[in-house]
């Protein structure tokens, strides 16, 4: 299939050129490109199938850059893209050195806000519109937040400080929610063309100026108009934070789409609209499975089936996954809680076998911890699946909630790391460094997935909140027995040398290892190589131990340098009186690229080869 209108577009005023009859023939090519384009590559596929129509519009009707559109997490952000100079980069999306799979500041004017986590878009977007009010400047600003990132509280909190002001601003609701379609139809888009149109909002300032003269007639009027409102649209909601509430409308229909937003932008005052839309719509395996594609890799464009390097050993994931139902069969306490990433932390598992002991929280982490300590407080032991760069969103409940009380909640950190292609807004370095000042915390890392089973168990041992971190993708194939408990804050000893040593963090060990054995082999230097397992509470006799006066000291993690165990390290080696050659391999003061893991590993210096070159360097 070509692509005959779509290669004409280089930017939005090209698209403004197209007749608006040819605007669902463009739709159909973006569908087709975004289909071809991603599947040797992967990315997010589904949530951009489901907004194309929506995209086409919004630059179809709006002056991007000038007018400011403002996409919620942004992975949906993919027609975006293509339709504002970037489609000939498609193909390098999330690769190393290409596109970024989310919007990004630095790579387009049409980005006027980056984003990677959700619930983000309304408050960016309030704030721009509320600096150009203030400047005295007559732009649109516009945000696109979905249903499932309207689960945040921060969403809210935004909407209820846009709502009590009058700025301009255009909030559209993206509800890709399946049930809510069969409300879809003539009806309703009729009713929102309506209630968006001038004559309406004419007629009702009318009424309510001629009502403000009788007592009592203005509020029954307008307690007689909210139940009506109510009756045909679920937005009495927003109507009473303070926005005039316009849809349900077909999202995909550019008949009611164009209109809608036409008579949008002659509106004052924050307009909330509401767009009914189908996740992967026209990729049949994305309609009927829209969380499994939400985001995932390569896949045949024809069949849909994901294409699978065969013998790869289980993912952290999936370990982590099996092991917390093994856990669970035994002890009933155990509970799981996911902040809508049933399927990205492995507990769609967990779901299927233990149902009534796993809560979804939606996007909301900040909830999800603090019902974490209300569960451990109550004698459960709950365990909270998250990705380390979403754990960041629930500091103070972490600090407040959990580590003050001392109460025995789990967090198992997903993405622990370098996260590859999602990049700088995904990667998980920080935890390190923002977990281990925390009193009462435990925090352990795996050199494996069998270490990653026994790990599982030793928290539950702790009465306490314990982190466990490891990393995205595939572990090594060790074979796997019944998970044990380790002994809390013992480091294990894996080689033993003469000339110097090296203490490895979890992901780094199996990297460093096979770094020490290659030097030993090319330099004849013998190293010794220690497992931390336990970032908290650090094993300093160990690490005494081994330390020879003059002989050289490296530490490697996979995360932040500034923060990092390696600082704790340095600061016992020298307060015991060593006096050395030192080395921190770790990541630096800066946002790594995205790319693949291996890729951003090798180029932070974090693999086997980076740290041969750091021994030799001694």
């Excluded at 930017?11 to 050129?17: C, E, G, V």
């Excluded at 190393?96 to 619930?119: K, Q």
């Excluded at 032991?381 to 960041?392: E, G, H, K």
């Excluded at 490895?504 to 190293?527: C, P």
Aim: hydrophobic fraction near 40%; charged fraction near 20%; aromatic fraction near 6%.
């Amino acid at each position: 299939m070509g692509y005959p209108l779509l290669q004409r577009i280089h930017d939005p005023a090209d698209l403004k050129r197209l007749p608006e009859a040819q605007l669902p023939e463009l739709a159909r090519e973006m569908r087709h490109y975004l289909i071809q384009t991603l599947a040797p590559i992967g990315g997010h596929l589904g949530a951009g199938l489901g907004v194309v129509e929506l995209t086409i519009a919004l630059h179809y009707l709006f002056d991007s850059p000038r007018d400011k559109i403002v996409w919620d997490v942004g992975h949906q952000a993919y027609p975006h893209k293509m339709l504002t100079g970037r489609l000939s980069r498609m193909p390098t999306i999330r690769q190393y050195g290409g596109l970024s799979g989310f919007t990004n500041r630095d790579e387009s004017p049409h980005d006027p806000f980056g984003a990677g986590h959700a619930s983000t878009s309304i408050s960016a977007a309030y704030g721009m519109a509320f600096a150009r009010d203030l400047l005295a400047q007559h732009h649109h600003v516009v945000a696109v937040i979905g249903d499932g990132a309207l689960t945040g509280g921060m969403a809210f909190e935004a909407l209820n400080h846009a709502g009590a002001n009058n700025n301009r601003l255009l909030v559209i609701l993206n509800d890709n929610e399946m049930s809510i379609a069969p409300n879809v139809g003539a009806i309703s888009s009729y009713l929102a063309r309506i209630i968006s149109g001038k004559q309406y909002i004419n007629a009702k300032d009318v009424a309510r100026r001629l009502l403000e003269k009788l007592p009592g007639a203005l509020d029954a009027a307008k307690r007689l108009e909210e139940h009506v409102k109510g009756m045909i649209v679920p937005g009495t909601l927003f109507e009473e934070m303070g926005f005039r509430y316009i849809g349900p409308i077909d999202g995909h229909d550019f008949d009611h789409l164009l209109p809608t937003l036409k008579n949008c932008k002659e509106l004052d005052g924050p307009i909330l609209l509401h767009v009914l839309t189908r996740k992967g719509l026209g990729f049949s395996p994305a309609e009927e499975d829209p969380e499994t594609w939400h985001g995932l890799g390569p896949y045949d464009p024809a069949t849909g089936t994901p294409i699978k390097t065969s013998g790869k050993a289980p993912s952290y994931t999936e370990v982590f996954a099996q092991t917390l139902c093994e856990l669970a069969t035994e002890d009933r306490r155990i509970t799981a809680i996911t902040a809508a990433m049933p399927g990205g932390t492995g507990l769609s598992l967990f779901r299927r076998q233990h149902p009534e002991r796993c809560i979804d929280v939606g996007i909301a982490e900040q909830h999800a911890v603090t019902f974490a300590g209300g569960l451990a407080a109550a004698g459960l032991r709950p365990v909270v699946a998250i990705y380390s760069t979403f754990l960041q969103r629930a500091y103070d409940q972490i600090i407040h909630d959990i580590c003050i009380q001392r109460l025995p909640v789990v967090f198992c950190l997903d993405r622990a790391g370098v996260v590859g292609a999602d990049g700088a807004t995904h990667t998980g370095m920080f935890d390190i460094a923002y977990l281990r000042c925390l009193p009462h915390m435990t925090i352990m890392a795996p050199k494996d997935e069998q270490e990653l089973r026994d790990m599982l168990a030793t928290a539950f041992t702790i009465n306490g909140p314990v982190a466990i971190r490891y990393p995205r993708g595939h572990g090594y194939g060790v074979p796997q027995r019944t998970p044990k408990a380790l002994p809390v804050g013992k480091a294990e000893l894996l080689t033993r040398g003469n000339d110097g040593l090296v203490i490895a963090i979890g992901s780094r060990v199996r990297d460093a290892l096979q770094a020490v054995e290659a030097f030993r082999k090319q330099e004849g230097k013998s190293f010794s190589l220690l497992n931390l397992r336990f970032i908290k509470p650090l094993d300093e006799r160990a690490i005494l131990a081994l330390l020879c006066p003059g002989k050289p000291l490296m530490v490697v993690e996979e995360g932040a340098r500034i923060g990092g165990v390696g600082e704790q390290i340095l600061s016992v080696a020298v307060s015991s009186g060593w006096h050395g050659p030192w080395r921190h391999m770790a990541m630096p003061d800066a946002f790594p690229p995205h790319g693949s893991q291996a890729e951003v590993l090798h180029a932070l210096g974090l693999d086997k080869e980076g740290i041969v070159q750091a021994l030799r360097a001694f």
